[in-house]
């Protein structure tokens, strides 16, 4: 919660960002900026509840005077700065993140590639067919990658991990942007169940030792789902139903509510198709919680819809 | 820790002088509360108590929350009022970060007391018995009088029904078969009442004892209106689900009962209610529908339209002069729990909650969490060494209100003589047969947090519950 008489007066700065002059407080990003005109930037591992990560480097802008180009998520903006958010470096080096991306993680859950990669003509296809399934890959250790002859595309397949009926796992979709480690650990839950293993191409999302969820730390408040960009961590109802090919967004109405369960009130988002909820959210920009719930609030809705439909 | 602050010189002495009355008073009475005497009482060591009261006293803000822990004794509202003490002696109230908050374990219990559901009050915490224009109003607005004197709370009703003054009931939302302390005597209190009404989404233990059992819906995703958190914060709560089968709004079925005792209510929308309530209660007149969607909640106080809620209360204590009363020291001596320990019954149950469950388990038994694991009786290391006891082991557990089956295991966070369970799985292990009904004087609540108990081991063929290692641990099955 905000405080008048703890908020300090800030200053404003001044930049151009593709030839319009934009005005941000002091702090603000060179993003904030481009949001501020309404200048389009793809982001990835952009959280606006998380510290940024600079791990995706999608976002990237060309600021005059700077030798490489800048993750706009994270580089503050300065007065009399200089941005390009549309040149060809910045084009080409958007697209070659894209294409690495989209040759190696399974995009197919990312509500937002298949924009980023018309928008920037990504041809991941380019590195070559895509490689047979390592189903070893979670137990990779350093060192012991066999080097590949460059005519397949590696992917980060290690087949989807279902250990409890909450939510799934499927690091074949993860393009390690850290938002889920950091929403579990110093940033938000402080429970540190996940972290990343393994180093270079070979590093993976685990829990410690790959134990499976319930044998781990995790205390399922689903803050590492809220952030998931990819879909890679995703609640099971909403698994089911991609399975059995009866998941319809289009249908599914969202109503924000409170949450049932204590005094803190937390604001959550029901997801509901076909009179059921498959999936809760919570909005990142309400000051009670910032998007973060708890088990109850994230999955103890069933009870709503596991009565018998006659009684007396 | 306020004795020690006080002797440290670490007392707020300007924010008391200014503020408060009855400090002399209360120095002298917590005087012989020294760290040792304290550590005596509480078997908390001197040096933490001491480490504790300096980095609180000595705190730009400081904040204590609490939950059922503070209050869930015979001394509940002692409790609280020694808080509010030590809160005054630091002046840690009525500034940004700093105060007294104690955390409600429902959604909108802040909100049900706010709206008169309460013996005492009317809608917008307006007194029954003393406020005569409140009184006047309500009764105006209703058209029916509005008697000048306090209902009885949930522990005088079941006094009520074993005097036979308490013949009907109508219970929405609540178990309290289940729920309440000395369950053996609930029952029976219940089960012996002329007509007992039951509104619920489920049908509940308490459900089963009633003559009538009416559907109601989810309120929070199967309804519109409003529930007030632990910070006061009017939010909007919003209809997601059409409740299933017969299952009928809240609402409606009130309204509709209203119609069949004659009385014409037209069936209004949460809103119209919600604006009744603006027009009779001061404090959330300027709370409209479109206020509240705007703002994400406002906090009450908020008298008129326009007023952006009150984050805080008791600021009016740093005004100069202070408005209003004066905080008062209410000094109040360590009373034991009513149950003491003794060779019979030689160990401490105190009950509480897990994070994945809530209260008699009816709504979270229905999930399938990797956490819920059924319901222990905790002992520390050295109870589970000296009775001889192996982790997962059936045994009797006895109070002097009646006894249970209970798996027992270790809990290296609990100390020798203090046991833990909680009420989640009551179908499995009914632990508020165990439980007392010794309460609060004052505000009513039962002692859920001390009774004192005895553990036996089963013997051959004596045992009736099914080992959880042998079964589905997942509840509802």
């Known amino acids: ?312 | 820790m306020a004795n020690e602050i006080i002797q440290a010189g670490l007392a707020n002495m300007a924010f008391i002088e200014h503020s408060t009355e009855n400090f002399e008073n209360y120095k002298a009475h917590v005087a012989e509360y020294t760290l040792e005497r304290a550590e005596e009482l509480t078997g908390v060591p001197a040096e933490a108590i001491r480490e504790v009261a300096h980095a609180y006293a000595k705190a730009d803000r400081a904040m204590i929350s609490w939950t059922l822990g503070i209050t869930e004794h015979h001394t509940g509202v002692d409790n609280v009022l020694s808080l509010i003490s030590l809160a005054l002696v630091c002046g840690h109230v009525g500034r940004y970060g700093s105060g007294l908050n104690p955390l409600r374990g429902q959604n909108n219990v802040q909100g049900g007391g706010d709206m008169g559901a309460i013996p005492n009050r009317l809608p917008g915490f307006q007194d029954i018995e003393n406020d005569h224009a409140a009184r006047e109003k309500f009764s105006k607005a209703y058209g029916v009088p509005i008697r000048d004197r306090y209902g009885w709370h949930l522990t005088q009703m079941f006094h009520g029904m074993e005097t036979g003054e308490l013949k009907y009931c109508y219970i929405i939302g609540e178990n309290p078969a289940q729920s309440d302390a000395d369950s053996t005597r609930v029952r029976k209190l219940l089960g012996g009442l002329d007509f007992l009404v039951v509104q619920d989404i489920f049908a509940t233990k308490t459900a089963e004892l009633a003559d009538v059992i009416l559907p109601g819906s989810a309120s929070w995703c199967e309804s519109n209106g409003t529930v007030t958190n632990s910070e006061r914060r009017v939010q909007r709560v919003r209809k997601a689900l059409d409740p299933p089968g017969e299952a009928m709004d809240d609402q409606w079925i009130l309204a509709e009962l209203a119609k069949r005792l004659g009385f014409a209510w037209d069936y209004p929308t949460s809103e119209d209610i919600w604006n009744e309530l603006r027009s009779l209660s001061p404090m959330h007149t300027g709370m409209s529908y479109a206020r509240l969607e705007e703002l994400g909640g406002i906090q009450w106080p908020c008298p008129e339209d326009g007023h952006p809620g009150s984050p805080r209360l008791h600021e009016r204590l740093w005004a100069d002069p202070v408005q209003g009363m004066l905080a008062t020291f209410v000094p109040v001596h360590d009373r034991p729990p009513f149950e003491a320990t003794d060779a019979e019954f030689p160990i401490r149950l105190t009950t509480g909650r897990r994070l994945e469950s809530y209260n008699t388990g009816v709504q979270t038994e229905k999930f399938t969490s990797p956490l819920h694991v059924g319901e222990f009786l905790e002992l520390c290391p050295e109870d589970m060494e000296r009775m001889n006891l192996e982790d997962g082991e059936i045994v009797r557990v006895s109070s002097r209100r009646g006894a249970v089956e209970s798996p027992v295991r270790t809990d290296v966070r609990l100390r020798p003589g203090l046991g833990f369970m909680t009420y989640h799985f009551p179908d499995q292990v009914d632990v508020n047969v165990l439980t007392i009904d010794a309460v609060d004087e004052k505000s009513g609540t039962a002692e859920f947090k001390a009774c004192a108990i005895k553990v036996e081991k089963l013997a051959e063929g004596e045992q009736t519950m099914t080992a959880y290692a042998d079964r589905e641990l997942v509840a509802g099955d």
């Open chain 1, 1 to 312: 919660m905000s405080d008048p008489v703890m908020m300090m007066p800030k200053r404003m700065v001044e930049l151009e960002v593709d030839g319009q002059t934009v005005k941000v407080f002091e702090g603000e990003t060179i993003l904030d900026a481009c949001n501020k005109v309404e200048i389009d930037t793809p982001t990835l591992c952009f959280g606006e509840t998380l510290q940024p990560k600079n791990a995706c480097r999608v976002c990237v802008v060309e600021v005059e005077g700077a030798r490489v180009l800048q993750p706009s998520c994270s580089r503050k903006a300065e007065a009399g700065m200089k941005v390009h958010t549309n040149s060809e470096r910045v084009r080409a080096s958007r697209r070659m993140v894209l294409e690495l991306l989209a040759s190696s993680v399974d995009l197919s859950t990312t509500s937002v590639a298949p924009e980023y990669l018309e928008a920037y003509e990504a041809r991941p296809e380019k590195f070559g067919p895509q490689a047979p399934p390592d189903t070893h890959r979670d137990h990779h250790r350093a060192g012991h990658s066999a080097v590949t002859d460059g005519q397949l595309a590696a992917t980060v397949y290690q087949g989807i991990k279902i250990d409890n009926e909450l939510y799934t796992r499927d690091y074949s979709k993860c393009i390690l942007c850290y938002k889920c480690v950091d929403a579990c650990g110093e940033q938000w839950q402080n429970t540190f169940a996940i972290s990343v293993a393994g180093r270079g191409f070979d590093a993976r999302i685990s829990t410690e030792f790959v134990v499976p969820l319930p044998e781990s730390a995790c205390v399922y408040c689903g803050n590492c789902i809220q952030v998931c960009p990819t879909g890679a961590l995703m609640f099971k109802s909403e698994h089911d139903l991609r399975e059995e090919g009866e998941w319809r967004e289009e249908e599914q109405t969202v109503t924000t509510t409170i949450c049932t369960y204590c005094g803190v009130g937390c604001n959550l988002e029901l997801h509901v198709q076909d009179n059921s909820i498959v999936k809760v959210t919570s909005p990142p920009d309400h000051s009670i919680t910032h998007g973060n719930l708890c088990i109850k609030g994230r999955f103890g809705f069933q009870h709503a819809q596991a009565r018998d439909g006659a009684k007396k």
